[in-house]
């Protein structure tokens, strides 16, 4: 989720995201606006932004689930869905799965099969 969740605003109103690594600035008139994305906007351009470039813009940390076992894993901004992602994983493998919250530290959770 982003880090910051009164991301930068433009005077309009709309917000925007910076990515340090690309060197670049929008503003998320077209999430709004052609997509519909609404209080939704940031998280939206998160995702695209990394599907499209590898990485999170600034301020955006994902939660992290990887598989111990195998070379499975991937990131959310919401805990619901890695945390799905790691149970299901587990469940149909037997494999452990590390939960890893956007904060990082120690706070790793072992995921295991039930």
């Not at 910051?4 to 925007?16: F, I, K, R, W, Y």
Request: hydrophobic letters at 25%; charged letters at 30%; glycine letters at 6%.
């Amino acid at each position: 989720m982003t880090d910051d969740p009164s991301a930068d605003t433009l005077e309009s109103g709309v917000p925007t995201v910076t990515c340090t690594r690309c060197g670049r600035e929008w503003d998320l008139d077209f999430e709004l606006e052609e997509l519909y994305a609404g209080n939704q906007a940031v998280e939206q351009f998160a995702l695209d932004h990394e599907r499209h470039t590898g990485h999170f813009p600034d301020d955006v940390t994902p939660w992290t689930v990887d598989c111990r076992q195998c070379p499975d894993g991937d990131q959310y901004l919401e805990e619901r869905p890695a945390r799905r992602w790691a149970k299901v994983h587990a469940r149909h493998t037997n494999h452990t799965v590390e939960l890893q919250p956007p904060t990082g530290g120690d706070s790793t959770e072992q995921i295991n099969a039930e």
